[in-house]
Antibody, heavy 123, light 107 residues
């Protein structure tokens, strides 16, 4: 079945870095755009970043632009989020999610989500 | 960036009730809007996309409508499993913002 599994979360000091991964299975990963979405403790959902199915286009929320980088390795069916210069306000559960339709030039609605990985930024 | 404002933020209702949640966009977004349901400790689930299209497998008691700047999610007859938080999300711009959420609680 279609599955997304995030990993790489943990506790990091302010100013530090972390790389999240999202392993995809059950679908043709290289055909779908992918997203990262986060949720701070007790708060709502915040879209973080999107990458086109072939990696050619990437979009970011203003809150992470210049600090976070989304990437993908279609040969490994894996999505990444490199997070640098982390701040306390980046503390959240990070979800990866798949576009509903394939070969989209732009982002689509998110029809499959992982269970999330927790990032805590604290000294 | 386009802002989405949901109302109400909290809603108390009973099993069998008909409920409506509204999502207003700060500028026109055509029909590029989705609704998600999230239960505590779980990932969100896509319910409605393109403002009014029911995602496969979602019960028909859920429906969506609207275009431009005003959208609604309606649950025709609440079931116990529907008590959750609901979010709208827009895809019109390159910053795919969510609304702040509506928590639906049992009365």
């Amino acid at each position: 079945q279609v599955q997304l599994v995030e990993s790489g979360g943990g506790v990091v000091q302010p100013g530090g870095s972390l790389r999240l991964s999202c392993a995809a299975s059950g679908f043709t990963f290289s055909s779908y755009g992918m997203h990262w979405v986060r949720q701070a403790p007790g708060k709502g959902l915040e879209w973080v970043a999107f990458i086109r199915y072939d990696g050619s286009n990437k979009y970011y929320a203003d809150s992470v632009k210049g600090r976070f980088t989304i990437s993908r390795d279609n040969s490994k069916n894996t999505l990444y989020l490199q997070m640098n210069s982390l701040r306390a306000e980046d503390t959240a559960v990070y979800y990866c999610a798949k576009d509903r339709s394939n070969y989209g030039d732009y982002a689509d609605y998110m029809d499959v989500w992982g269970k999330g990985t927790t990032v805590t930024v604290s000294s | 960036d386009i802002q989405l404002t949901q109302s109400p933020s909290f809603l108390s209702a009973s099993v069998g009730d008909r409920v409506t949640i509204t999502c207003r966009a700060s500028q026109g977004i055509s029909s590029y809007l989705a609704w998600y349901q999230q239960k505590p400790g779980k990932a969100p689930k896509l319910l409605i996309y393109a403002a009014s299209t029911l995602q496969s497998g979602v019960p028909s008691r859920f429906s969506g409508s609207g275009s431009g700047t005003e959208f609604t999610l309606t649950i025709s007859s609440l079931q116990p499993e529907d008590f959750a938080t609901y979010y709208c999300q827009q895809l019109n711009s390159y910053s795919y913002t969510f609304g702040q959420g509506t928590k639906l609680e049992i009365k």
